[in-house]
């Protein structure tokens, strides 16, 4: 089982950015894929973005494309989002999860989830 922690998140006015770290515990971190979702108020948890174990492929909501970045550093045992222009509509807790493979991630079979960072953009 991994245990994870996000921080990094907080209030920002549109077009600014933010990073968001996940820090994990558990051996089996290396071996698994990571990715983030996140949940505005009153709406389903929905995908933002994934990485393959090895950071060898990643993959992003089309609506973050372009602006989001998903990176992971396997012997910091840390994976980061990367948020670039930020939009109000950006606005909701996010959560970092931990799969078994880049397939089950984006279907949202997920292991384990951290307890999640709020973001808040301004306009």
């Known amino acids: 089982q991994v245990q994870l922690v996000e921080s990094g998140g907080g209030l920002v006015q549109a077009g600014g950015s933010l990073r968001l770290s996940c820090a994990a515990s558990?051996?089996?971190?290396?071996?698994?894929?990571m990715g983030w979702f996140r949940q505005a108020p009153g709406k389903e948890r929905e995908f933002v973005a994934g990485i393959r174990w090895d950071g060898g492929n990643t993959y992003y909501a089309d609506s973050v494309k372009g602006r989001f970045t998903i990176s992971r550093d396997n012997a910091k045992i840390t994976v980061y989002l990367q948020m670039n222009s930020l939009k109000p509509e950006d606005t909701a807790n996010y959560y970092c999860a931990a799969s078994t493979d880049s397939d089950r991630l984006q279907r949202g079979v997920v292991r384990s989830w951290g307890q999640g960072t709020q973001v808040t953009v301004s306009s």
């Open positions: 558990g051996r089996t971190f290396s071996r698994m894929a």
